[in-house]
Structure formats: structure tokens, C-alpha cells
């Protein structure tokens, strides 16, 4: 498979985006394929206290129902993709803006899609707190920033706001879910589709290129 750029809307507290970057990162190592994976914001909820929110009880009020079998439908499709989640370690939802924006930043290093990977099992695996600067600043260390310029970062409003400004534009575009794929800039995947669906898309935006 040739050359790709893929366009990857996620958020980092939703859990279907973290199997999604996983099952990407599945399919981009098996076939060979050489991509550039840029990054870009989404709130699932951009009206979250500072302090968040805790996930079951989001859930019970928006869908009723039984939380538990909600977790673990998910939990089943992620240990499909290699993830060992666990839902219930992990019980608040919090806002994601810091975290984003440091992802953004992170693009000139060259460290991007990496530092995402590591706040999705920040947040889901170890079950920290990807809100706290003091978080964020130790884990941006592995990838290419100063503490001190990490924590610039994140508390830059003017960079927060443009973070929330690129996070609005991608709800205004009409992507109404998480995660979302854009290949080669023609063609979309919506949802943390099955690996063999995902390879297909990828081969098609391939063969569609024009010729050099």
C-alpha cells in the first residue's frame, strides 16, 4: 500500500476513539503502510466543569438502561484491538482542552500521534487526571517538550481558545461523532470500524490518487 495522510478527529475521554487509534495504528503496521497522521480536536461534551463529570452516571441519565453491559460492550471490542480495558477504573470524564491543545503543539516536534496514544491509556489505562497540568507537563516529557514549555502550553489562553475554536469548526463541518478518518483528503471512515473495513478505506484512497 502507498503513501497516506490521514486526518484523525478524536477525543481523548471517548473510548471508541482510543480502539480506533488503535486499530489504525494495527492496520498502518500489518500492511506497511507509510502515513501522516495529523490530529485534530473534538469535545464530546465541551460544557464540562473543570472538575468533570462521572461517566456512569452521564450515561444512566442521557440512555437509561444498564451502564455495566454499556462498558462491557465496549471493553469486548477493545480487547479485540490488543487494549485491556477496564471502564471502571477510570469513572470521571473531564475537559479535554489542555490535552488537545499540547497534541496540536506537538505536531512541530513530530511527536503527535504518539503523545495522543499516550494521554488515550493516560486517561483510560493508568487513570489519570488528563485535566492536571502537572499530568500533562510528565507525560509531554517522553515527547519532546521542557517542563517548563509543556505548561506554557497548556495554560496559553489564546492557545485554548484556538484549540476550542478548531474543535467547534469540526462539529460545524457536520462530523457528529468520534472517532473520524479522513484519507488522502477524499475519503471518510466514521466510527472505530472493524480493521479489515479500515484497511479497505485505506487501499481505496490509495487507488484513487492520480498518477504522478
Known amino acids: 500500500m502507498g503513501t497516506l495522510s490521514i486526518d484523525l478527529v478524536t477525543d481523548i475521554v471517548c473510548p471508541w476513539c482510543f480502539i480506533g487509534l488503535m486499530r489504525l495504528d494495527n492496520v498502518l503496521r500489518e500492511t506497511g503502510t507509510d502515513a501522516t497522521i495529523i490530529h485534530h480536536p473534538y469535545f464530546l461534551d465541551p460544557d ?100 517548563d514549555e509543556a505548561r506554557a502550553v497548556i495554560l496559553d489562553a489564546d492557545a485554548l481558545s484556538q484549540t476550542r475554536q478548531e474543535a467547534a469548526a469540526m462539529a460545524d463541518m457536520g462530523i457528529g461523532g468520534v472517532p473520524f478518518f479522513v484519507f488522502n483528503r477524499a475519503l471518510a471512515l466514521s466510527g472505530a470500524q472493524p480493521e479489515t473495513v479500515m484497511a479497505d478505506a485505506m487501499r481505496q484512497a490509495v487507488a484513487a490518487e492520480p498518477a504522478a
Open 48 to 147: 464540562l466543569p473543570a472538575e468533570g463529570v462521572d461517566v456512569a452516571e452521564r450515561l444512566k441519565a442521557k440512555y437509561g438502561g444498564d451502564v455495566k453491559a454499556m462498558f462491557a460492550r465496549v471493553e469486548a471490542e477493545a480487547r479485540k484491538s490488543g487494549i485491556p480495558l477496564d471502564l471502571s477504573k477510570q469513572p470521571r470524564q473531564r475537559p479535554t482542552d489542555r490535552a488537545h491543545t499540547l497534541i496540536r503543539a506537538a505536531a512541530e516536534k513530530g511527536t503527535q500521534h504518539a503523545l495522543a496514544r499516550a494521554l488515550f491509556e493516560a486517561h483510560f489505562i493508568q487513570s489519570r487526571n488528563i485535566a492536571d497540568a502537572d499530568v500533562l507537563a510528565e507525560i509531554a516529557a517522553g515527547f519532546g517538550f521542557a517542563d
